[in-house]
């Protein structure tokens, strides 16, 4: 028997279709080659060998990811056929996730949730109690993928400060000092991968709900439109201060701004502003230090904080929380990849 199919079909969905099932052969034997990372757990976080003593939250990252590479809704694709498509051929999860990645952004659309929520012919009040849950789960899924990358950004600077003290105690010698911090930059770099991977998810789907609230109140926009507004500020340090990772003082130390030195503001949190200075160095400083430049008041800056419009309904609440929360998971994304891009020398 032979089976016919039609070229014109074909041909619009061919290139992706090759791709999923190139990556699909490529999970269940390894790697593409060189540079390229296996679509299985093992091949993104590494074996579970004893080498790594931050595998375990590497892991947990990993982890949360599954939860973003799924479906928004049970049968409904996040995004358009083309993505669905792509995911379905590869399996599952955070390996669908990687693979759309690689080509999701080129036939993603962000109605596509909304469109699989019509297509279930739901009343709106259904929508609307469907819309709701979504993003209760979802944020709920965003905090806990947050504390699993804060906790996994802990472990990898921990480990460089242990090397450096170990260095500094004449354990180790120079050579093997800078060996090992080599190998901790690496599986940190390997681990900012999945989070930008992840993130990449999050945003995809954060726009999938911000259409579905907008269209369910009737065009009103789902969160305030000043949340996405660049800052540049001028400022300078008012006295020295450690840099945070993030806007709490627990978190690991990625640089030191003395007094006097001049800054820029890109961001606020917590009490914390966002620095850059002028070697490139990013970090959150207490505000208290951060003041106008010449003076020795502080600098104050609002922060770009997303939230749905005054008086808005519940599930405009729900999803300004959403954005806020995929909001703060893309910046710190953003400024750890700074970080270890500058950090994880032997000097601290």
């Not at 390996?95 to 012919?121: C, F, H, M, P, R």
């Not at 400083?285 to 008086?311: E, N, Q, R």
């Not at 309904?313 to 994304?333: C, P």
């Amino acid at each position: 028997m032979i089976l016919r199919i039609s070229v014109s079909y074909l041909r619009p969905v061919a290139p992706a279709l090759a791709l999923g099932l190139i990556l699909s052969g490529c999970a269940n034997g390894g790697g593409m080659g060189s540079g390229v990372t296996s679509f299985t757990q093992e091949g993104r976080v590494g074996p579970n060998d004893g080498s790594d003593s931050c595998h375990a939250q590497a892991v947990a990252l990993d982890e949360t990811g599954n939860f973003f590479g799924q479906d928004i809704l049970t049968g409904a694709a996040a995004g358009a056929v083309g993505g669905g498509l792509i995911g379905a051929l590869a399996g599952g999860n955070l390996k669908s996730a990687l693979i759309g990645a690689a080509v999701g952004g080129t036939v993603g659309a962000a109605g596509g949730y909304w469109e699989a929520l019509q297509q279930q012919q739901q009343s709106e009040s259904q929508m609307d109690a469907t819309v709701t849950n979504n993003l209760t789960t979802e944020n709920a899924q965003i905090n806990q993928t947050q504390l699993a990358f804060n906790n996994d950004m802990d472990c990898r600077f921990g480990q460089a400060q242990a090397i450096r003290q170990q260095y500094a105690a004449g354990q180790i010698t120079q050579a093997q000092a800078e060996t090992q911090m080599a190998q901790v930059k690496s599986l940190a770099q390997r681990d900012l991968t999945l989070a930008q991977t992840i993130n990449g998810q999050i945003q995809s789907r954060g726009a999938q709900f911000d259409t579905a609230v907008t269209n369910l109140n009737n065009g009103t926009p789902a969160v305030s439109s000043d949340r996405t507004a660049a800052i540049s500020e001028p400022a300078a340090i008012r006295e020295d201060t450690p840099l945070y990772l993030r806007p709490d003082p627990s978190a690991p130390v990625v640089g030191q701004a003395t007094e006097h030195e001049p800054v820029t503001v890109t961001g606020s949190s917590n009490g914390y502003a966002l620095v850059q200075a002028d070697d490139g160095t990013r970090g959150f400083a207490p505000m208290d230090d951060v003041g106008k430049p010449g003076s020795h008041h502080v600098l104050h800056i609002p922060a770009s904080t997303a939230a749905a419009p005054s008086g808005g309904s519940q599930i405009q609440q729900l999803d300004g929380s959403n954005a806020a929360s995929r909001d703060a998971f893309a910046q710190n994304v953003s400024v750890s990849q700074s970080a270890v891009a500058n950090g994880f020398q032997l000097a601290s």
